[in-house]
């Protein structure tokens, strides 16, 4: 048996990956907000893009 995982549940495992790594860095607030700051835009596109997919078309084909 083959585990076939979706390629968003695994574009958000590596999402989530970084925010521990970057939460334990020894660095100043400003360092660690620019370390976020991409990785929460990423976060924010996929989600945006998940919520474009999910929705119906704007103008259906009436026949």
Not at 37 to 42: C, D, N, S
Request: charged share 20%.
């Amino acid at each position: 048996m083959r585990l076939r995982l979706d390629r968003d549940y695994i574009y958000f495992i590596l999402l989530i990956l970084p925010l521990p790594f970057i939460g334990m860095l020894n660095v100043s607030t400003t360092v660690r907000l620019l370390l976020l700051a991409p990785v929460v835009a990423l976060q924010a596109l996929f989600v945006w893009s998940g919520l474009r997919r999910g929705r119906p078309p704007a103008n259906p084909k009436r026949d």
